[in-house]
């Protein structure tokens, strides 16, 4: 019989698989866009964008090279309290909080104006990313005022919506493949879901104190 202890153990061990699946997921999808082409992939439905506003394909560019570190890093600084890697935090935590409030963000907001699916996908992204820069910046805030249990908290809320880069994709293959949605319905619907149920399932987890 596993003890409570192994049942969380291998329960971790699952999400670390998980992770660094999807994770690899991801990173193809990055790749994709190496070398530069604003004929391929997502962009071939943003032509408007790419040919009427120049500065798109810059944000573009910068929120897709550096999500994918955003993502290894803020896994990294979670993850390194189980494995030891106490040292190792506090480096990687500052790339993962960088990242995010110079660039991630900045240029996740920017791209969210100009989201498909209309006006609700264009205020979800948005939102997103606002509230993704503001808990990055809590967190950092509350880290150089040495308060780690608040600072803890508001770095899982940051991972969450983090984490949207990976849940948007996920509902949108399981939509599309009960549902069969026109593609614009799709981009309001993930537009939300990918990042809503996140944030709830944190605030849950922080309310009932496993966090």
């Known amino acids: ?3 409570a202890k192994r049942y969380i153990t291998f329960f971790k061990i699952l999400l670390i698989l998980g992770f660094v699946y999807f994770f690899w997921l991801m990173l193809k999808i990055t790749l994709e866009y190496i070398p530069l082409d604003p004929n391929i992939s997502f962009l071939m439905i943003k032509q408007t964008e790419v040919e009427q506003r120049p500065e798109y394909l810059y944000f573009f560019y910068t929120h897709v090279y550096t999500s994918i570190f955003v993502l290894l890093s803020g896994f990294l600084a979670i993850v390194r309290k189980d494995f030891g890697w106490k040292s190792f935090h506090k480096n990687i935590g500052k790339i993962y909080i960088f990242l995010i409030l110079i660039l991630a963000a900045p240029s996740g907001i920017y791209m969210g ?3 498909n ?4 996908s264009k205020i979800s992204f948005v939102v997103l990313g606002i509230s993704w820069w503001f808990s990055t910046f809590k967190a950092y805030q509350l880290a150089r005022q040495k308060k ?3 600072h803890k908290q508001w ?3 940051s991972f969450a919506f983090t984490v949207s880069a990976i849940t948007l994709r996920f509902w949108k293959v399981i939509i599309v493949y009960l549902f069969h949605p026109n593609p614009m319905d799709v981009y309001q619907i993930i537009a939300w879901l990918g990042w809503i149920p996140n944030i709830l399932l944190i605030e849950y987890l922080i309310t009932k104190k496993q966090i």
């Open 113 to 115: 104006l100009f989201a």
């Open 1 to 3: 019989m596993f003890s």
């Open 148 to 150: 780690f249990t608040e």
């Open 117 to 120: 699916g209309g006006i609700s």
């Open 155 to 157: 770095m899982w809320r």
